[in-house]
C-alpha cells in the first residue's frame, strides 16, 4: 500500500468511528456480552427530535398492582414526549407467551424494546435476539441472564431483603424468634435476591426462617401460603413476605387463624390506595419497603437513546425507603403531589 493510500484508509476509519459514535450506541461502550454481537453499535433508530418510534412493551403479568402500576407510569411518561407510540404485552406469568409476544414485536419492526421479564432464563434468549438486532432494550424490574440488553433499571432487591431482615431483628425481634416466609416467583430474580438479602439481614439474630413457600407475587395465593404455613407451624412469631400483595393475603390468614396481630412486613410500597403504604398506615402491615416500578425512568432512558441521540448507563440502581406507622401518612402525601 502507497503512503497516500494508507492514510487515505486512516481517515476513512476514523470518519466511519466518527459517524458511529454521533447517534451514542446501545451498549454503553460496555463488553459485548457473550455470544452477541461483537463491538458496540450506533442506535440506528436514533432520529432527533423530529422522529417518530414505536415502543414494544412487554409486561410479566398484569395480575400484580405493582405492573399494573408500572404500565401507568410508563404510559403517562411517554405522553409526555411527542413521537412515542407505546404497544403494551402482557404475558400473563407465561414465559412461552412473553417471548411470542417479543417476537411480535421484532416483526413489527419496533424502534425499542421495554421488558419486564416474566422469568430470568426463558426469556434470556429474545431479549439476546432483539439486542443482537441492534435494538436498543430497556430490563426492568427483573433481570435475564447475561448482559445482551442495552440498560437495566431496577431496585436493589438484595439491599433491600437485607434492611427487610434487619427490621424484624432490630425492631420485631430483637429477642430472637421463629418466622415464616413467603417468597415471590421462583424463577424470577427478585425472588431470590430478597430471599438472600433477608437471610443476610438476620444472620447471627437468632433469627430462625422455619418455613417458607412461593406464592408467586400472588394475594390469593399467599392467603393459601399462609394459611398452610401457620397451620404447620403455630409457633412462628412473624412473616416475612417479599411483596405486598402476598402480605396482605397473609393477614387474612392471620386473622383466620386467631392471629391478628401478628407482624407482617412487605415490599412495594406502591403509593396508591390499595397499596402498601396505606396498608401500613391502616395497621394490616408492620411495615413495607418502597420498591419504584422504574416506568418513568425508563422513558427518560428511551428518550435519550432515540431522540438524544445519547448513551446510557449499563444498571440505573432505583433507591428504597422503610414505610412504617410513623411516616407513613407522610411518604403517601410526598410521592401523590401534583
Known amino acids: 500500500m502507497t503512503g497516500n493510500a494508507r492514510r487515505t484508509a486512516v481517515l476513512l476509519a476514523a470518519g466511519t468511528v466518527l459517524a458511529a459514535s454521533a447517534c451514542g450506541t446501545t451498549h454503553d461502550n460496555a463488553p459485548a456480552a457473550s455470544g452477541s454481537s461483537a463491538a458496540p453499535v450506533p442506535v440506528k433508530q436514533c432520529k432527533g427530535p423530529d422522529g417518530k418510534f414505536t415502543i414494544g412493551?412487554?409486561?410479566a403479568n398484569l395480575g400484580e398492582p405493582y405492573r399494573v402500576r408500572m404500565d401507568d407510569e410508563v404510559r403517562r411518561a411517554a405522553a409526555g414526549?411527542?413521537?412515542?407510540?407505546?404497544?403494551?404485552?402482557?404475558?400473563?406469568?407465561?414465559n412461552a407467551k412473553q417471548v411470542e409476544q417479543v417476537e411480535t414485536f421484532l416483526t413489527q419492526q419496533i424502534d425499542l424494546l421495554i421488558i419486564s421479564p416474566n422469568e430470568a432464563t426463558p426469556l434470556t434468549g429474545v431479549v439476546k435476539k432483539a439486542y443482537d438486532k441492534g435494538i436498543p432494550v430497556i430490563v426492568l424490574d427483573r433481570k435475564v441472564d447475561g448482559d445482551a440488553y442495552t440498560t437495566f433499571i431496577g431496585g436493589d432487591n438484595v439491599d433491600i431483603g437485607k434492611q427487610a431482615g434487619q427490621y424484624f431483628a432490630e425492631k420485631l425481634l430483637p429477642q430472637g424468634g421463629k418466622i415464616v416466609e413467603l417468597k415471590g416467583l421462583a424463577g424470577a430474580t427478585p425472588a431470590k435476591e430478597r430471599a438472600d438479602g433477608f437471610a443476610a439481614g438476620i444472620a447471627g439474630k437468632n433469627i430462625d426462617i422455619i418455613a417458607t413457600a412461593d406464592a408467586d407475587w400472588l394475594r390469593d395465593k399467599g392467603q393459601q401460603q399462609a394459611e398452610a404455613l401457620l397451620k404447620a407451624h403455630p409457633d412462628a412469631q412473624a412473616i416475612f413476605s417479599e411483596n405486598d400483595p402476598m402480605a396482605e393475603g397473609a393477614r387474612l390468614a392471620a386473622q383466620n387463624a386467631g392471629k391478628p396481630t401478628l407482624?407482617?412486613?412487605?415490599?412495594?410500597?406502591?403509593?396508591?390506595?390499595?397499596?402498601?403504604?396505606?396498608?401500613?398506615?391502616?395497621?394490616?402491615?408492620?411495615?413495607?419497603?418502597?420498591?419504584?416500578?422504574?416506568?418513568?425512568?425508563?422513558?427518560?432512558?428511551?428518550?435519550?437513546?432515540?431522540?438524544?441521540?445519547?448513551?446510557?448507563?449499563?444498571k440505573q440502581t432505583l433507591g428504597t425507603r422503610l414505610i412504617t406507622k410513623e411516616n407513613a401518612t407522610q411518604v403517601y402525601a410526598e410521592l401523590n403531589k401534583g
Not at 414526549?81 to 407465561?94: E, H, L, S
Not at 413495607?288 to 432515540?306: C, D, H, M, N, S
Not at 438524544?308 to 449499563?314: G, L, T
Request: proline letters at 7%; glycine letters at 12%.
Open 57 to 59: 412493551m412487554s409486561q
Open 81 to 94: 414526549v411527542p413521537g412515542f407510540t407505546v404497544n403494551y404485552a402482557d404475558a400473563a406469568q407465561d
Open 263 to 314: 407482624p407482617i412486613v412487605g415490599i412495594d410500597g406502591l403509593p396508591v390506595p390499595e397499596g402498601g403504604i396505606k396498608a401500613v398506615e391502616a395497621g394490616r402491615l408492620s411495615a413495607t419497603f418502597i420498591y419504584p416500578t422504574g416506568g418513568t425512568e425508563a422513558v427518560a432512558a428511551a428518550k435519550k437513546l432515540l431522540i438524544d441521540c445519547q448513551q446510557v448507563e449499563k
